[in-house]
C-alpha cells in the first residue's frame, strides 16, 4: 500500500487529481467539442464554404465578363474594320460615278457643240445662197439695165429672162 500511498501523495503533490475528475473532464471536453462542433465548427465551416462558393461564383463571372468582353471587342473591330471596307468602297463608287458624270457630260458638250456647229454651217451655208442670189438678181438687173442702155432699145421680156438665165449660169460657173 505504501506504493499506492506513495502513489496517491505524488498525485496529492502534482495537484491532487483524481480519476473521477478526470472522467469528468474528458467527458466535459467531449461535451464541448460535440456541442462546437454542431453548433459552432459546422455553421462556421458552412459559412466558409458559402464564401468559398461566392468566390467561385465571383471568379467565374469575371472570366466569363473577361470573354464576353474580349468576344465584344473582337466584334467591334470586325464591325469597324467592315464599315471602313464599305467607307472605301462607298468612296470608290462615288469617284466611279463622277468619272462617269464627268464623261457624260463631255460627251454631251461634244454633241452640243457638234450640234450648234452644224446648225452655224447649215445657216451659213443658207445665208451665203441668199446673198448669190441676192447677188444674181443685182447683177442681172444691172446687165439688164446696161444692156439696154448700151443697145438702147426695149427687150421683150422673153428675151430678157433668157438673157438673165444665160447670165446666172455664167456666174454659178464662174464661183
Given at each position: 500500500m505504501q506504493l499506492l500511498?506513495?502513489?496517491l501523495i505524488i498525485q496529492a503533490s502534482?495537484?491532487?487529481?483524481?480519476?473521477?475528475d478526470m472522467a469528468f473532464a474528458i467527458f466535459s471536453f467531449a461535451v464541448l467539442l460535440w456541442l462546437l462542433r454542431k453548433f459552432a465548427w459546422g455553421p462556421l465551416m458552412n459559412k466558409m464554404e458559402e464564401r468559398?462558393?461566392?468566390?467561385?461564383?465571383?471568379i467565374d463571372?469575371?472570366?466569363k465578363n473577361r470573354a464576353d468582353a474580349e468576344k465584344?471587342?473582337?466584334e467591334a473591330n470586325e464591325q469597324l474594320k467592315a464599315t471602313r471596307q464599305e467607307a472605301q468602297q462607298i468612296i470608290e463608287?462615288?469617284?466611279k460615278a463622277g468619272q462617269q458624270q464627268e464623261k457624260a457630260i463631255i460627251e454631251a458638250a461634244n454633241e452640243a457643240s457638234a450640234r450648234i456647229k452644224k446648225s452655224a454651217e447649215e445657216d451659213i451655208a443658207r445665208e451665203k445662197e441668199k446673198a448669190v442670189e441676192a447677188l444674181q438678181a443685182q447683177v442681172a438687173t444691172l446687165s439688164v439695165q446696161i444692156a439696154t442702155k448700151v443697145i438702147e432699145k426695149e427687150i421683150s421680156v422673153e428675151d430678157q429672162e433668157q438673157l438673165?438665165?444665160?447670165y446666172i449660169k455664167e456666174v454659178g460657173e464662174e464661183q
Open positions: 500511498e506513495g502513489g502534482i495537484g491532487g487529481l483524481n480519476g473521477g468559398e462558393n461566392h468566390i467561385a461564383n465571383e463571372t469575371a472570366e465584344a471587342s473582337r463608287d462615288a469617284k438673165i438665165s444665160e
